[in-house]
């Protein structure tokens, strides 16, 4: 077990894949100053785009702390793999064994039409196929009883057809088991005494929750992309241990926290959403440094633009969501996932993603993405469709001659043939392409986050919008004015946002029990044996991780008896008791009455799933840059026509050095600010202010 890491005058590197780009941040404590590396994605081995971030970084900070050469104590890491190997449909040949009767449940699912219009409907393709599941001759009440014992004979019988498969990873679900898992850690024993380097994966340790088709279908995506996910967490362990030896993989998660390497190769599907939760880790850092309370983080990157209404400095966790989906803003459309996520809603495209023109003649973007090979047009690496990028360079927002730094020229005529060809099928200008493109992808955030807010209850005038990832501060202007948002923060470093996010993230374990009963019916002596059990094994894992102190809540997924949906309820963690029943109940009732105004006279209160939450406290953290960019010098570095959407047509605007800028000063909008991973664009009336953190404050004052 690796021991916990003491964070003074250490090093921490924080490295994220994404489907464009692979960002790495170093940050050296205790005064926070970082280091940033910009890599392009390697799909074919993503661990090479990793290696020669970490090593970029490790060379930084060489550079710039000659004398000290701090130690590496740790990498965190977040990746787009299981993501892109469930869309992809490129895991491992993998098998299903459940319970007798229950093998059609993939394919069955909810009988839930997405779209009932649609009469060439495509549903959701289960990951395991029909014929290599396999069902067991067991059976369990919903109480966890034994109805039909499990028999030596089956489980030869069991070993027998899976051997004949030959498959490399085996999930297992069966009836009722998130409420008694003898049968299938049983299952687990033989199958691993019987076929020694099969991956196993049992529904009980990942979700173990009601609901049987989501259930099964978290663990089969789990099974799926196992060994697969563990290959990559080992060579990249390796990776690293060549660049420095003896130094702990950590890895994302997708409750915002992070755990051990070992622990993410044990249970992937935890890692889905790793890369966008840690950006909204960076926002909700930053809106702690300047006071915050109410954020709307928006994160854009290459693939995806995704976004996470906070409220009172905390992400909401949801515990089921969907990920592959066929049609991709259609609920229901997907694999139903049962894992904690930061509730996140992707609101639109990224900065890679193609335009085109439909059958109706009408500009749609995406879902396909150029990605990093060979990119968009203006890259110059053969892509030739238009892409957000393209517009953006077209439109003024991007330099041809800076981006990276100026490491990085974009093709500028590469980008204009992409879009006439555009333009011609269209048939409109150019330049009402691009600007097409650009104004799509801003509408299209803007109502996915609308909708989102006003679900919520809440108004978006209230907000501030914080933005992160490469794309993110080239629109977040232009999407808050479409919300009404006064105001949006963009931080140090914002187009490395997901790293720092890992960084500011604390250690985190989530862990849930499902047991049906009235309020009035509880065996607390049962519940209290449960809850420590799961602490017991938590506090290994967090060990792991590195957590030195944890703070721990109780959460309970309640309703009334009759209903059909629960809402999540927490309170301090204690010795759970008879006693504890008054604490739900007023909790119960507090958020009930939030959510619909009144309670339900005369109705029984109902516990579904219990919930244990362990994470390290949550601290805000300062950073500031370890390398020279920050320094006394002109801050105007020209002027640029850019497109401004209230004139309809292009303006000349002032272009800073977002850096050269001092703590204090005030601009006025329009103007562009570049950094070396992100441009600032602010194509409206407004005030920017650099805040002493070098946070970018921009207060809009022109909506229309």
């Known amino acids: ?362 500009l749609n973007i995406g879902p396909e993405s150029s990605g990093s090979v060979p990119g968009p047009a203006c890259y110059g690496r053969g892509g030739t469709d238009p892409t957000v990028t393209d517009a953006d360079l077209l439109l003024g927002y991007l330099s041809p001659d800076n981006f990276l730094g100026g490491e990085m020229k974009l093709d500028v005529a590469g980008a204009e043939q992409a879009m006439s060809r555009l333009a011609g099928e269209l048939k409109v200008g150019p330049t009402e392409a691009a600007w097409g493109i650009c104004n799509v992808v801003n509408e299209n955030m803007a109502s996915a986050a609308r909708i989102h807010i006003a679900e919520n209850g809440l108004d978006p005038r209230d907000f501030t919008m914080v933005a992160t990832g490469g794309a993110g501060p080239v629109h977040a202007v232009e999407v808050a004015r479409k919300l009404r948002i006064p105001r949006v923060l963009i931080p140090i470093a914002a187009g490395a946002g997901s790293c720092l996010g890992m960084l500011a993230a604390p250690a985190r374990i989530d862990r849930a029990w499902s047991n049906p009963q009235l309020l009035v019916d509880v065996d607390w002596a049962k519940v209290a044996a449960n809850l420590a059990a799961l602490r017991r094994q938590s506090e290994v894992e967090l060990a792991a991780a590195g957590a030195e102190q944890v703070e721990w809540v109780i959460g309970a997924e309640m309703r009334y008896y009759g209903q059909g949906a629960e809402i999540s309820v927490s309170i301090p963690y204690e010795e759970v008791s008879a006693s504890t029943a008054k604490v739900l109940l007023a909790a119960f009732e507090a958020e009930y009455e939030r959510l619909y105004g009144r309670l339900v006279p005369n109705a029984a209160p109902q516990v579904i799933t219990w919930r244990l939450v362990g994470r390290a406290p949550s601290v805000g953290h300062h950073f500031e840059w370890g390398d020279d960019r920050v320094k006394a010098r002109s801050a105007a570095t020209g002027a640029r026509a850019i497109y401004l959407p209230l004139k309809a047509g292009y303006g000349m605007v002032e272009v800073y050095n977002r850096y050269s800028v001092q703590p204090g000063q005030t601009l006025k909008g329009p103007l562009i600010l570049e950094e070396r991973e992100s441009t600032i664009v602010v194509a409206v009336e407004a005030d920017v202010t650099i805040r002493p953190d070098l946070t970018v404050a921009v207060t809009i004052k022109e909506f229309d």
């Open 1 to 362: 077990m690796n021991k916990p890491v003491a964070f003074d005058n250490t090093l921490r590197v924080a490295v994220d894949i994404g489907g464009t780009f692979t960002d790495g941040v170093a940050t050296l404590s205790p005064r926070g100053r970082i280091w940033v590396a910009k890599s392009p994605t390697t799909p074919a081995d993503p661990g090479e785009a990793v290696t020669t971030v970490i090593k970029d970084l490790l060379r930084q900070v060489e550079l710039s702390d000659k004398d000290t050469a701090p130690a590496l104590a740790e990498v965190v890491h977040g990746t787009t793999l299981i993501t892109n190997t469930l869309i992809e449909r490129k895991g491992a040949k993998t098998a299903l064994v459940t319970s007798s009767g229950m093998r059609d449940a993939l394919d069955i699912g909810r009988e839930w039409r997405y779209d009932i219009y649609d009469l060439d409907i495509e549903l959701p393709k289960p990951l395991i196929e029909a014929e290599h599941r396999v069902e067991v001759d067991e059976r369990l009440d919903a109480r966890g009883e034994v109805l039909t014992p499990l028999t030596e004979a089956d489980l030869d019988r069991m070993v027998g057809e899976l051997s004949k498969l030959d498959v490399e990873s085996v999930a297992v679900s069966l009836l009722h088991s998130y409420i008694n898992t003898d049968h299938e850690k049983q299952i687990e024993a033989r199958l691993k005494a019987a076929l020694p380097g099969l991956s196993v994966s049992l529904s009980s340790d990942l979700a173990r929750e009601i609901k049987e088709f989501e259930r099964t279908s978290t663990v089969a995506a789990n099974a799926y992309v196992k060994p697969l996910v563990a290959t990559y967490l080992k060579e990249l362990g390796s990776r690293i241990e060549a660049i420095r030896p003896s130094i702990p993989l950590r890895v994302m998660v997708s409750s915002g926290g992070f755990s051990s390497a070992e622990s993410g190769a044990e249970s992937p599907i935890l890692l889905l959403e790793s890369g966008p939760a840690a950006g909204v880790m960076s926002a909700l850092n930053t809106a702690r440094q300047n006071g915050v309370d109410q954020v709307l983080a928006f994160d854009m990157g290459g693939t995806t633009a995704k976004a996470c209404v906070a409220v009172g400095g905390e992400a909401p966790i949801a515990h089921s969501f969907e990920c592959a989906r066929v049609e991709r803003f259609k609920r229901g459309s997907g694999l139903p996932i049962l894992i904690p996520s930061i509730e996140l809603i992707e609101i639109g495209a990224g900065g890679g993603s193609i335009a085109h023109c439909n059958r109706l003649g009408l």
